[in-house]
């Protein structure tokens, strides 16, 4: 196949989530169901030897609302900076969380609740930064879930009629109920989306081996642009590298 028909690669982003100061993998989103792996600027780093080229960086006590772990996001950033993009999200939610995420280094901002529960503001965020911010879609069924994943935040479909209205740049979107589970990604899910958008897509939640992988290539054409890859990594069903591989060919 020549270079002009081949299908685009996929970009992975593996998930450092930190609850507690630790790496840490929940399933379906639920606080108290965290497996521990260890220091998470070890995890960044080793993402980073690996070859990532984007890491989906998480505080999971800023996003529940019971804390933060802003002084570990900071070095965990400085030590992958110039090799890594990172993707940050968890509690930015108003311009002094947004200011400062920019300002450690994030080049790309996940906002969640801030976009379900105050409109206007992430309205104004996207105009005023563009590309730099993304929103996370996550959705149980076609609802979706803010503050932690605790709260509902209203139907996919008319938020996303007003966040294109608003020209989003991209989705991140989380199917909750398959999140640290293993069980594949929500395909069919990922489709609806970007049937109703031209922005890209990141899926994230389920992946479980490089077969889900090959499956999310086949939507690159469609508008997926990338996956994020979470617990099959940590658990070793597959690496990094073998992953990167099967997102590329
Ligand atoms: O990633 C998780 O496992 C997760 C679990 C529970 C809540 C949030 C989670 N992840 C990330 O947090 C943002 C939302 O944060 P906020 O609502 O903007 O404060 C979400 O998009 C995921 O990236």
């Known amino acids: ?55 989906h960086l998480v505080d999971l006590d800023a996003a529940f609302g019971r804390g933060s772990n802003g002084g570990i996001l900071k070095k965990a950033i400085r030590q992958v900076r110039g090799r890594v993009n990172i993707e940050l999200s968890g509690g930015i939610r108003d311009d002094e969380s947004l200011e400062h995420a920019l300002a450690i280094g994030a080049k790309r901002i996940n906002l969640g609740t801030a976009a379900l529960e105050n409109p206007e503001w992430a309205a104004s965020v996207i ?43 991209r989705y991140v979107v989380t199917d909750v109920t398959k999140d640290g589970t293993l069980q594949g990604p929500n ?46 990594l940590y658990a070793g069903a597959f690496t990094l590298p073998e992953a990167l591989d099967v997102a590329s060919h």
Do not use: C
């Open 1 to 55: 196949m020549s270079e002009f028909n081949k299908t685009p690669r996929l970009v992975l982003l593996p998930a450092v989530d930190v609850a507690g100061g630790k790496a840490v993998r929940l399933t379906k989103g639920e606080a108290g169901t965290e497996t521990n792996y260890g220091d998470p600027i070890d995890a960044a780093v080793d993402w980073a030897d690996q070859g990532a080229e984007w890491i």
């Open 127 to 169: 105009a005023q930064y563009g590309e730099a911010i993304a929103v996370g879609l996550d959705v149980r069924g076609t609802t979706l879930a803010a503050r932690g994943w605790t709260k509902d935040g209203g139907d996919l479909w008319q938020v996303m009629d007003r966040l294109e209205e608003a020209g989003a740049a």
């Open 187 to 232: 395909l069919e899910l990922l489709r609806q989306v970007m049937d109703r958008t031209h922005r890209p897509v990141v899926a994230s939640g389920g992946i479980s081996n490089l077969d889900d992988i090959a499956a999310l290539r086949e939507l690159v054409p469609l508008g997926l642009e990338g996956a994020i890859v979470g617990k099959a």
